[in-house]
């Protein structure tokens, strides 16, 4: 059972515009949601991270908002670059099961 | 800073074939994985081993066997490739299971 969901599959913008991405999860016991960015032919690698006792998380472009009453995170991508296309996955440890990924989300940014 | 090296990059194999896929990292870290990642199907747990000798099964462990020989490799088996499975193997190392995962590049693998 997918323990961590992702929407939408892929996702399209101008450069320039924000891409928002989404992820929902299960399981109350995760504290910790770390967001993965793969570029073809490479691995994962974080992006930035939040933990469930805050509300918002921001580095640079990248924000990341989390509800925890409804079990929800975005991530948003404002003033999007080319070079943000990727895949981007939503994930949350768990001691049985190392990391748990979500399917990802694929950004394109056109200029 | 660390790396984690993949080998092979590429790998052909034939139906019932044994392949094996390595993995070295310089970390330092304790704990070590093998994802599976398929297209649309995002990355999938097959072992993970938090300390040097040890193995655990994650939800994709049926058809592979792993080792761990030391603290710094950590090796793949696929027992029998299936015929036309593509897939890509990621191996990562993190600290412990809370800390951030560091991956490779991956080992791309394909059976005739």
């Known amino acids: 059972q997918q323990q961590v969901r992702q929407s939408p599959q892929s996702l399209t913008v101008w450069e320039g515009e924000t891409a928002i991405l989404n992820c929902s999860y299960e399981d109350s016991t995760f504290n910790y949601f770390p967001w993965y960015q793969q570029f073809p032919g490479e691995g994962p690698a974080l992006l930035i991270s939040?933990?469930?006792?805050?509300d918002k998380k921001e580095d640079g472009r990248f924000t990341i908002f989390f509800n925890k009453r409804e079990k929800k995170l975005s991530l948003h991508i404002t003033d999007s670059q080319p070079g943000d296309s990727a895949t981007y996955f939503c994930?949350?440890?768990?001691?049985?099961?190392?990391?748990?990924f979500g399917l990802g989300t694929r950004v394109s940014v056109f200029p | 800073g660390g790396i984690i090296t993949q080998t092979p990059k590429f790998l052909i194999g034939q139906e019932g074939q044994k392949l094996t896929l390595k993995c070295q990292q310089n970390f330092n870290h304790d704990t070590m994985y093998w994802y599976r990642q398929d297209s649309g199907k995002g990355l999938r747990l097959i072992y993970y081993?938090?300390?040097?000798?040890?193995?655990q099964k994650g939800d994709l462990s049926e058809g592979y066997d792993a080792s761990r020989e030391k603290k710094s490799s950590f090796s793949l088996t696929v027992t029998s490739a299936q015929k036309n499975e593509m897939a890509v193997f990621l191996c990562?190392?993190?600290?412990?299971?809370?800390?951030?995962?560091?991956f490779g590049a991956g080992t791309r693998l394909s059976v005739l």
């Open positions: 081993s938090i300390t040097e000798n040890d193995l």
């Open positions: 939040i933990s469930s006792v805050s």
């Open positions: 994930a949350a440890p768990n001691y049985a099961q190392g990391l748990t």
């Open positions: 990562a190392s993190s600290r412990d299971w809370e800390n951030t995962l560091y």
